[in-house]
């Protein structure tokens, strides 16, 4: 059965998209069987894999609505090995839609369990808050991911991030874990990076991931080509990195 890993920080702008897009491709190269979910309405991930979003019938909106079937939204991109459930700007409505549904924070993990055992992983992109899409996608998962920008607000995410686990442990799902931490967007010239590192592995070690994602030019150049970084430049850093991070998930997930 596939590990469902949420992607998730409640601080924005710290990468979250940028991991969903090229853990999964990297993933995939190694031929592991992903399917990427898009949950955020921004709809980052999906136009950063090459689709469309505003061409799709079916998006995550009209699966968590029970308007359609998994299969029916799951577009299987042109990489072997990675489908995508994609989204789009409809899914912002589905907030407010919700709060109506008896069963609102199980509708994700209802969806995708007929598939589970289809994929190995089944990597989340999250809203960059706490609504009812990241509480569905935090019911959905067996973990979560959590991508901190190397800056000097890192630490108040984190304590943010701890706090709606302990939250949805007690009231959603309460095998809910954490998968570990990736330090994103680093600057090897500037000290503030190195100081954030020192201090998140001071505190909660046994969380945090080896590989570190550097701040490049070409992960930031990639998604408007739609396109994960290693189709986009296969020999750059960026490429490199991220093929690491998914082999430290894959030893983390079957090392048992």
């Known amino acids: 059965m596939g590990k469902v890993i949420a992607i998730t920080n409640q601080k924005g702008g710290v990468g979250k998209s940028t991991t969903a897009i090229n853990l999964s491709a990297a993933l995939a190269q190694l031929r592991k069987r992903v399917l990427t979910i898009d949950i955020d309405p ?20 009209e699966l968590i609505s029970e308007n359609c079937d998994v299969k029916d939204c799951i577009v299987h991109l042109k990489k072997k090995y990675h489908d995508l459930i994609p989204a789009n700007m409809n899914l912002a409505g589905a907030e407010i839609e919700l709060n109506e549904v008896q069963d609102r924070d199980l509708r994700l993990k209802k969806a995708i369990d007929p598939v589970r055992e289809d994929y190995d992983f089944i990597i989340i992109d999250c809203p960059p808050s706490l609504g009812q899409l990241t509480l569905n996608a935090l019911t959905a998962s067996d973990s979560m991911l959590v991508p901190i920008q190397c800056e000097y607000y890192a630490m108040e995410g984190l304590a943010q991030v701890l706090y709606t686990l302990d939250l949805v442990k007690n009231g959603l799902n309460p095998d809910l874990k954490i998968e570990g931490i990736v330090f994103t967007m680093y600057d090897s010239r500037n000290n503030l990076s190195q100081e954030v590192v020192d201090s998140v592995r001071e505190n909660i070690s046994e969380y945090v991931f080896d590989t570190i994602i550097p701040r490049t030019v070409r992960l930031a150049e990639a998604p408007s080509y739609g396109l994960p970084i290693n189709e986009y430049d296969k020999h750059c850093i960026g490429t490199k990195r991220y093929r690491k991070l998914a082999k430290e998930l894959i030893k983390r997930s079957f090392s048992i």
Do not use: H, R
């Open 42 to 61: 921004q709809g980052n991930t999906t136009s950063g894999l090459g689709v469309e979003k505003y061409e799709q019938e079916n998006t995550v909106y």
